[in-house]
């Protein structure tokens, strides 16, 4: 399952990089997965500078992978109350 979430990404990624510049080297690796049942949900990144990151979520019962992009704009502490020792 994890050599399908990584092509399945590679395959996007390359497919939506700039076409009038050189394909850059990049790794992509799992941040996280999780088995449901007979359904998986993954989350992946790659070593590029893009901010992006992808959720893959397998149907197991209709068999079928959906993915969805996203790009981190902000990771921002939130305080809401003092901390006790």
């Known amino acids: 399952m994890d050599g399908t979430v ?8 390359l497919e939506h990089l700039d076409k009038s510049e ?12 999780c088995k449901i049942l007979q ?3 993954y989350l992946l990144s790659t070593t590029l ?20 992009a996203y790009k981190k704009f902000e990771n921002k502490c939130i305080c ?3 901390l006790v020792d």
């Open 49 to 68: 500078p893009d901010g992006m990151y992808y959720e893959l979520t397998y149907d197991g019962d209709n068999k079928r992978w959906y993915l969805d």
């Open 22 to 33: 050189e394909t850059p080297n990049f790794e992509i690796y799992i941040v996280w997965k």
């Open 80 to 82: 809401v109350g003092k």
């Open 6 to 13: 990584v092509k399945l990404v590679k395959d996007y990624v």
């Open 39 to 41: 359904n998986w949900k």
